[in-house]
């Protein structure tokens, strides 16, 4: 079995089982208290993916809306911030490995995703990215037994990403998870500004951010234009940036937690 290693263990994350598993409990039930109420059945969220002590919090919103029993699948992307390349890659690995075991991926749902023209198979894309791996210490903790289709989001159009989205939209089994945080390294209050536009046209489902708002725009413009055509409702579950917990005031990142519900009048 050919397994993908943790890559940012000891990094973005704490690489002792114990200490991460201690770390995402608590999160989670912080997050948990203080968790909007859902209105209808949680189809995709979009998460923050910096390191756990400044964004983790924030993700931890996203992973307490998830019913274990609905989900046995996840559509997993995210941007690529190592390898540049075009389109969409896949791994070539069975499973990802991280302190808390293995996540096996999803073959089947490979070789669907390998029909659309702008997906790859691309094991460099993915063997330091940290936009899919950080999600999945958090999946294992609040999952039963699931499987993964990783995607790494390279040079590509958001209609070709809605495209493949589209193609599992009809598995109720499967969530969305889009992976990405939004503006960098403005001042604190700038930033709050920058990102209360960019979290209100999510909320509103306009398509067309861009990479200065969202380094994972062309996931989450994706998304909203599938949502947009499924009557999905967008509901913001937390927002926070880096200056809040702890970081440089003056350059700070900013992240949000966002579930889109189907509000029972699916577009067939």
Not at 31 to 46: D, E, G, R
Request: charge should be negative; glycine fraction near 6%; include cysteine.
């Amino acid at each position: 079995m050919d397994i993908r290693s943790a890559a940012v263990a000891d990094q973005f994350y704490p690489g002792n089982s114990k200490a991460l598993e201690a770390w995402i409990s608590r999160t989670l039930k912080e997050a948990t208290a203080a968790l909007p109420v859902p209105s209808q059945k949680l189809k995709a969220v979009i998460v923050p993916h910096a390191g756990y002590i400044y964004s983790g919090q924030t993700a931890a919103f996203s992973f307490a809306s998830m019913i274990p029993a609905q989900i046995r699948r996840i559509l997993l992307l995210g941007p690529a911030h190592r390898v540049a390349f075009h389109g969409m890659a896949v791994p070539d690995s069975d499973a990802f490995e991280t302190p808390l075991g293995q996540v096996q991926i999803d073959h089947a749902l490979i070789e669907r995703a390998l029909l659309h023209f702008d997906v790859q198979t691309n094991a460099a894309a993915h063997a330091q990215e940290h936009s899919l791996e950080v999600q999945l210490p958090f999946l294992q903790t609040v999952l039963d037994q699931f499987t993964i289709l990783p995607i790494c989001i390279g040079s590509v159009e958001a209609d070709a990403v809605a495209e493949v989205i589209e193609s599992f939209w009809s598995d109720d089994a499967t969530l969305i998870v889009i992976s990405s945080d939004l503006s960098h390294f403005h001042s604190y209050q700038e930033a709050n500004t920058i990102d209360q536009l960019s979290i209100d046209m999510i909320l509103q489902q306009q398509s067309g951010l861009s990479h200065e708002q969202a380094c994972g725009a062309t996931g989450i413009n994706a998304l909203l234009i599938v949502a947009n055509r499924h009557h999905l409702k967008a509901q913001l579950l937390d927002y926070r940036n880096s200056g809040d917990s702890g970081g440089d005031k003056e350059r700070v990142v900013g992240y949000a937690s966002i579930a889109f519900f189907n509000d029972g009048e699916e577009n067939v």
